[in-house]
């Protein structure tokens, strides 16, 4: 009787979760050094999870991302950057639809997040 309980709490837990969808965000990122743009790439995210985009080459870098909703129709944006240019971790609040963008020096950040349209 036991392992039927917990096969049944299990299963309601599944059932619970399948109902509430995860919200998904679109980031499109602009980033440059000394003014100059280069890289913009974009990346779909689900609330709360972190995704990477690593690109090689003469232009090299390695982005995390991870977006938590707030209140207000704003976002909390945590960013790690690590760049052939340089090295960031900027976290910020900004609100949905809006650029918002962060300069350590000459490297530079732009962070614009949507929800996603599936």
Known sequence: ??????AL????G???AAAEP???FTLD???THQNELFAEPSIMLEEGKTGEISINGTRAFTLKLTVD????NTVKIT?????VYGEMAPVVVAKLD???TVSIGDLAIALNVKRAKL
Do not use: W
């Open 1 to 6: 009787m036991k392992h039927l309980l917990i």
């Open 9 to 12: 709490v299990g299963l309601f």
């Open 14 to 16: 599944i059932s619970n």
């Open 22 to 24: 995860a919200q998904l």
């Open 29 to 31: 990122v602009k980033l």
């Open 69 to 72: 909703e707030q209140a207000d």
């Open 79 to 83: 960013s790690a950057l690590d760049s």
């Open 98 to 100: 809006e650029t918002a």
